[in-house]
């Protein structure tokens, strides 16, 4: 284990300095900023489960079948999240990290340089994972009243089964990179893994679960609770995990020791395994790593017909602007977002054409219009998590070769609203396709029509804007992944500042539209206050959009030069 841990010091080291060193403001900054908001969602997560969990409690017959049903299917996502992650992470900490070269000149076994990275990766991919499931099982303790005991045994079943979903997932790693080339694992594993999330969210939202909370929709209630009460494959590592909380739950220790002992022992089985498989393949694996592996998918010229069609632009912008197009096409990895992008659109759409309005007590005229009122917000959101994963990143993108763009004949303004114009015209044609077509679905009035169009036209550039500056604010030319960037501290400090933004612009508006929209339906006529209301809000929204359209581009110039 020397060997190991000399390999994991470096690692421990570069926390301690990076994260705990005195006077290093900024990233204590950081560490508190993320640590209030995981504790938000921390806390989040546990009231939801809790309320949800005491209503189910309350249900007298089926209430905790349908607590364990819940229960079994959050083991289950959690450990389909592990395994995607897993891939991921080990993908990269074993073939395509750039201080391997240095790492596999050190007089080291590849046993023991696997085993360290298999460390590395399990903790990455599985601590968040870990961290955000002791709310829920905290919740179930609470609810079923279970002793100190349960407590003790549910931390050690999530760690086991991380450590099961770790180990499939390097040995599916290790036999494919024996195959394949390391670059186009990765490529096939975000395509495959998105593919599976785009079906699982259509599929799931084509179902309509809602309405299997309504008994009703079954033969028979015995018929329902039958299906509920299905049990999972032994040979299952979930099944392990659930049958050992549900048993600690109800205080059957020996029952909880025998399912645990059984996710241990596999973990430590596929460890094993493991290890031999790395002592026989690995360096073969990584040898074909370094080769450059050819396109997924071939691509002759993505940037075809651009230099026409941008020609009316000086040539240094026109060259940056085909750049970046270009740049967006042969990175085959966006595709399989697009493809997801897609899925939840449509997802979106559909759930506004199966709204049961014409069943509720409230006149359809009142929800059609709150509905469409609150869909901007909505709308709003949706591009904000559009815009963090392409947009924000795009200044990362650039990498090591960002030193190009500052010796061009280019100024940082110029490469910024490049960057900008780049993102926001066919993100403002996507915000308008969606709100037309939900306003259309839901048959809204022409005012609310009109008012939803200008007001997202208007929130889109503030949006894409603050992307982009707060990308340049917090680059990082030096990671494997830019796209991670996004769950860094400026990026969830630009999804934070966007949600606050958004939710101006609403507040501004609510006042002043619900006055306009019910002196339509009542027939009256807006008094002079009224209007000087409904400018002045309209105007002060105007005046936000503006502001968030322009500040953040020159914040990020700023930084930028620093």
């Known amino acids: ?53 005491t209503y189910f409690k309350g249900v007298e017959g089926f209430g905790d ?5 819940l229960m079994s299917m959050v083991v289950m996502t959690f450990f389909v999240l592990l395994i995607f992650s897993g891939v991921i992470v080990t993908l990269s900490k074993l073939y395509i990290s750039r201080d391997l070269p240095l790492v596999h000149s050190l007089p080291v076994t590849p046993g023991e340089i696997f085993l360290a990275r298999w460390l590395e990766s399990l903790i990455d991919s599985s601590w968040m994972v870990a961290l955000f499931s002791l709310p829920i099982f905290i919740s179930y303790g609470l609810v079923f009243k279970a002793g100190s005991a349960f407590y003790l045994l549910a931390l050690p079943a999530v760690a086991f089964l991380c450590v099961v979903a770790s180990g499939l997932s390097s040995l ?4 494919s990179a024996t195959i394949l080339p390391a670059g186009r694992i990765r490529t096939l594993a975000v395509f495959f893994g998105v593919v599976l999330i785009l079906f699982v969210v259509v599929a799931v939202r084509l ?12 033969q028979s209630v015995a018929f329902y609770l039958q299906s509920l009460e299905t049990p999972g494959s032994p040979l299952m590592p979930t099944t392990w995990t659930y049958d050992g909380i549900r048993a600690a739950l109800a205080g059957r220790w020996g029952e909880a020791a025998f399912h645990l002992s059984l996710s241990f022992t596999g973990g430590l089985s596929l460890l094993m395994v493991n290890l031999m498989a790395a002592e026989k393949w690995y360096f ?39 750049k970046e197009i270009k740049s967006f096409f042969r990175d085959q990895t966006q595709w399989p977002q697009l493809f997801l992008l897609l899925a939840l659109i449509v997802v979106y759409l559909y759930n506004f054409s199966v709204l049961p309005l014409d069943r509720t007590p409230i006149r359809t005229v ?21 815009a963090a994963r392409f947009v924000y990143p795009a200044v990362s993108m650039e990498g090591q070769a960002f030193w190009i763009i500052r010796s061009s004949p280019v100024t940082l303004r110029t490469f910024l609203m490049v960057k900008f114009f780049i993102y926001y015209i066919p993100l403002v044609f996507l915000s308008e396709v969606l709100i037309v077509v939900s306003n259309l679905l839901l048959e809204v009035t022409p005012f609310m029509m009109t008012l939803s169009v200008i007001t997202v036209f208007f929130m889109t550039p503030g949006i894409v804007a603050l992307g982009v500056g707060f990308g340049a604010a917090y680059p990082d030319f030096t990671s494997e992944n830019p796209t991670q960037s996004v769950t860094s501290f400026g990026g969830l400090l630009y999804m934070t500042i966007c949600a606050g933004f958004i939710a101006l612009i609403i507040v501004l508006e609510a006042g002043p539209v619900y006055a306009v929209f019910m002196a339509g339906i009542r027939g009256q006529v807006l008094t002079a206050p009224q209007w000087f209301w409904l400018i002045g809000s309209l105007g002060l929204a105007l005046a936000v959009c503006a502001f968030a359209a322009a500040a953040p581009l020159r914040m990020g110039v700023k930084r930028l030069e620093c």
């Open 366 to 386: 009142y929800l059609q219009n709150l509905f469409a009122f609150l869909n901007m917000g909505l709308a709003g959101f949706v591009l904000t998590a559009i």
């Open 65 to 69: 079948i349908l607590a364990f049903k």
């Open 284 to 322: 073969r694996g990584y040898s074909r790593a370094q080769t450059a592996p050819s396109r997924l998918v071939a691509v002759p010229n993505p940037g075809r017909g651009w230099s026409g069609i941008l020609s009316f632009l000086p040539p240094p912008v026109q060259a940056l602007a085909v």
């Open 207 to 218: 179902m309509r679960p809602e309405q299997l909370m309504n008994p009703e929709t079954f």
């Open 1 to 53: 284990m020397n060997g190991v841990l000399t390999l994991l010091k470096p690692r421990l080291w570069s926390f301690r300095n990076g994260s705990l060193s005195r006077g290093a403001w900024d990233n204590r900054a950081r560490l508190y900023f993320f640590s209030f908001i995981g504790l938000g969602f921390w806390l989040g997560i546990f009231m939801i489960f809790y309320r949800v969990l």
């Open 172 to 175: 599916a790693v290790i036999g």
